[in-house]
């Protein structure tokens, strides 16, 4: 099955610095590469996606990046502001009979300090 | 238009007990999922259904039992609960492919 491995686990940076998170995954036949942001207590929540036919996607101060040989993304948040501190999750999905399986990451804490 | 919504919120069960997790969504999706979240664990899916009337075990199913009741509701039952099932647990809706999945606000449940 699918395997996704994310770092750093945590991950401190000032304000204002850039953010980098790195995901791995094992599965060629992946094909979309969702990120999801979960601040304390609350829901994951969708902040920016890549399919496999795209390379690079951005939108505003986040963007991803996608490595299908290497098998890798990346989400990278440059002028970071405290509401950017949160748990980040990547998962590498694909379609199977009909079904989308999603296989996440085990998240990064970001830390974003004034 | 409330999206994806689970009940409770919070549950502390003892050894044993069971109970029932709800969740309904309104968007009309086809595809239905609970997680687990454990520290350091990400998530992990325990059941799915890609439609309504099929359901298939994900990643850590043992000790859950599902049930699709119509498109618009999944639920999970712990039969007889442990202390291992302690977790946040959160149901989440697709339309199925790949696309966005949305999420509930999650269960913290506790098993002493």
């Known amino acids: 099955g699918e395997n996704v491995e994310q770092h750093p686990s945590t991950l401190s940076v000032q304000e204002g610095d850039s953010a980098v998170i790195k995901c791995t995954y094992s599965?060629?036949?992946?094909?979309?590469f969702p990120w999801y942001k979960q601040e304390l207590g609350k829901r994951p929540q969708l902040i920016i996606d890549?399919?496999?036919?795209?390379g690079e996607k951005k939108d505003q101060r986040i963007a991803v990046t996608l490595n299908k040989t290497a098998k890798h993304f990346s989400l990278h948040i440059t002028e970071t502001q405290p509401e950017d501190s949160a748990v980040y999750f990547c998962?590498?999905?694909?379609?199977?009979?009909?079904?989308?399986?999603?296989?996440f990451g085990t998240g990064t804490k970001l830390q974003v300090i004034p | 238009n409330a999206g994806v919504t689970q009940t409770p919120k919070f549950q502390v069960l003892k050894t044993g007990q069971s109970m029932t997790l709800q969740c309904a969504q309104d968007?009309?999706?086809?595809?239905m999922y609970w997680y687990r979240q454990d520290p350091g664990m990400g998530l992990r899916l325990i059941y799915y259904?890609?439609?309504?009337?099929?359901?298939d075990k994900g990643e850590v199913p043992n000790g859950y039992n599902v049930s699709r009741l119509n498109k618009r509701e999944f639920s999970l039952r712990l039969e007889s609960a442990a202390p291992s099932q302690t977790s946040v647990y959160f149901c989440?809706?697709?339309?199925?492919?790949?696309?966005?999945?949305?999420f509930g606000q999650g269960t913290r449940l506790t098993v002493v």
């Open positions: 998962a590498a999905s694909k379609n199977s009979g009909g079904y989308q399986k999603v296989t």
């Open positions: 599965d060629s036949a992946s094909n979309y």
């Open positions: 989440a809706s697709s339309e199925g492919g790949s696309t966005e999945a949305f």
């Open positions: 259904s890609a439609s309504e009337g099929t359901t």
């Open positions: 968007m009309n999706h086809n595809s």
């Open positions: 890549i399919r496999s036919n795209v």
